[in-house]
């Protein structure tokens, strides 16, 4: 599975949304995020379109900046590839644009997370925070 994550910076913090109805780690806190959709939309496309889909904000395509790449096996055992993506500048007001699936968004600094943010969002931040391009984890 490959996913996408976009890390909006604003005033030294970032943007995060507490989960809501969606069955997986419900009350937790992740950045904008989702999968990439189908073969024909690469990384960047999925990361725009998520942006949107999630928070009402346009990203062009070149604003979007890879930040860190990781292997991730989560708890459950599955697989995944995750994409970080940063986003210095975009086209609109965040808001809560899936109001069904998330109970609101909050902006915090990215060195000092609240303890219930995903852990898989929260491991991507250190290593972007460190400027570490890439990561393996699950295999301990």
């Not at 490959?2 to 943007?15: E, S, T, W």
């Not at 889909?53 to 708890?75: K, S």
């Not at 940063?86 to 998330?102: F, I, L, R, V």
């Not at 109970?103 to 570490?132: F, R």
């Amino acid at each position: 599975m490959v996913d996408v994550m976009v890390i909006l910076k604003r005033n030294g913090h970032i943007l995060l949304a507490e989960r809501e109805n969606t069955g997986y780690a419900d009350g937790m806190l992740n950045l904008p995020s989702g999968k990439v959709d189908h073969d024909r939309e690469n990384v960047v496309q999925a990361a725009a379109r998520e942006v949107l889909e999630e928070i009402g904000v346009r990203v062009d395509l070149v604003a979007l900046r890879p930040v860190h790449v990781m292997q991730y096996l989560n708890p459950e055992g599955e697989q995944r590839i995750g994409w970080f993506f940063t986003a210095s500048h975009w086209d609109g007001e965040p808001y809560n644009a899936e109001p069904h699936k998330c109970a609101g968004l909050s902006w915090h600094l990215p060195d000092q997370l609240p303890d219930n943010t995903v852990p898989y969002n929260a491991i991507g931040i250190s290593h972007w925070l460190k400027g570490e391009s890439f990561s393996v984890h699950g295999w301990e």
